[in-house]
Structures are given as structure tokens and as C-alpha cells.
């Protein structure tokens, strides 16, 4: 079940009575939600970067929870709308995919936050990818688990197209032309093993035998 709905429904179920509001205001119950959504949290220690000053035992559990929540989104939505900027027939570079996706870890995004912010059907397929590969790389979540979550949210068979640039092999002392390869996958194949290849190439970008990577949404790019 996700953390988001039981906040939400543990929210409307205290509206019904007093004693239910008592019971649902409990910092025990909100605690174990915090964890269970954040289990990295500090409670010795919020990040200087986090507009939260007071640490959840000073605030109570319940007001921890709902601030983090709206700050987190609010902070997510510039690595959305920065993906945003680009046009469906345009590729994003490499560099600036990779940039995306350690925003997201400055946020210290959690698996809960990236398929409540980043795993909707119905935003761009480049955000959907950002959120998966954060998940598996960055957070290394456990591929079936990812699997799982993007068929819930109904989003596996998105597809994305990648390509990239290989520098050019010696031949007899010639350097062949570079090399060039696109893949389209869809996201459930990324965490397979036929699309380990392409998730290898978008987690280094540009580095050594690799001169430039680029994303792009569903169909290959055209030529340029």
C-alpha cells in the first residue's frame, strides 16, 4: 500500500470523530509513516538546505510529515519542469539528464517521493525514465520492486528512445569513423537485462570511448 494514500486516508478518517482524531493525530502512528517513507531521516538533524528548522521531536511527527511532504514536492517540480522545457521531437543531453537525476539526490528524494512526483502517466516519459533510474541507480532499489511499481502506476511499456556516440576504432593505424547506436526501450526493459546496456550508457554519459549521449521521448531521433 502506498505511504501517500494511508496518509491521506489516516487524514479523512480522523474528520470522523474526536476519538478518531486523537487516535490519528498520534505521534507514534505519524512516526512510523515518516520512517517508513524517509527511513534515511535524522531526527537529530534536518538539512540546513530544508526549510524545516525544528527536528520532528520539537514539532510532532503529524507537522513533520506534512511539511516534508510539501516541501519535498515543491522542490521536485523544478527537476519536472526543467524536463518540461523540452519538446517532445527534442533530445535532452547526457549531461543535463545526468543533472536531473543529482538534483534529485541532493533532495534526498525517497523511493515513496519519485512515484508520487515522477511516476505519473500522464508527464512526459524523459521524467518517468529520470524517476526509474534514480530509483535503481541512486537509490538501488530492487529491480522487481521498480517493476511493480511502474505497472501500478502504469507506465512500464512508456518507451524512450537513447542514443550515443562511440569514439571511432584504429584500423592500421586510421581511426575508423565514430560510431553511433540508438536504442528504443520501454522502461520495464531498461530493468531487465536486454536493457542493462542502455542504463549502463545514461548512468556514465560522456566518458571515455563515449563523446555524447543523448534522450529523447518514444520514436529514434531524427538525423543530425
Wanted: charged share 25%; proline share 3%; with cysteine.
Amino acid at each position: 500500500m502506498r505511504i501517500g494514500t494511508k496518509a491521506s486516508d489516516i487524514c479523512s478518517l480522523g474528520c470522523c470523530s474526536r476519538f478518531c482524531k486523537q487516535l490519528c493525530d498520534s505521534d507514534y502512528l505519524w512516526e512510523s509513516l515518516t520512517r517508513e517513507r524517509w527511513p534515511y531521516i535524522n531526527v537529530a538533524s534536518v538539512s540546513s538546505s530544508s526549510t524545516l528548522a525544528q527536528s520532528p521531536i520539537s514539532m510532532g511527527w503529524k507537522s513533520f510529515y506534512i511539511q516534508r511532504h510539501i516541501e519535498i514536492s515543491r522542490r521536485a517540480q523544478a527537476a519536472v519542469k526543467f524536463i518540461e522545457q523540452y519538446s517532445p521531437s527534442s533530445p535532452i543531453e547526457g549531461g543535463d539528464y545526468l543533472r536531473t537525476i543529482v538534483g534529485l539526490w541532493d533532495l534526498k528524494l525517497s523511493f515513496i517521493d519519485a512515484q508520487m512526483v515522477l511516476f505519473k502517466p500522464h508527464l512526459n516519459e524523459l521524467l518517468n525514465l529520470v524517476g526509474l533510474h534514480y530509483c535503481q541507480s541512486w537509490l538501488q532499489v530492487p529491480g522487481n520492486e521498480i517493476i511493480e511499481a511502474l505497472e501500478r502506476c502504469k507506465i512500464s511499456e512508456r518507451q524512450v528512445s537513447v542514443k550515443w556516440w562511440k569514439l571511432g576504432r584504429w584500423f592500421y593505424g586510421f581511426r575508423m569513423r565514430d560510431e553511433q547506436q540508438t536504442r528504443r526501450v520501454s522502461l520495464a526493459a531498461l530493468i531487465a537485462e536486454e536493457g542493462e546496456d542502455v542504463l549502463e550508457v545514461l548512468s556514465r554519459g560522456a566518458v571515455n570511448e563515449v563523446l555524447r549521449v543523448q534522450v529523447s521521448v518514444g520514436e529514434p531521433f531524427a538525423s543530425n
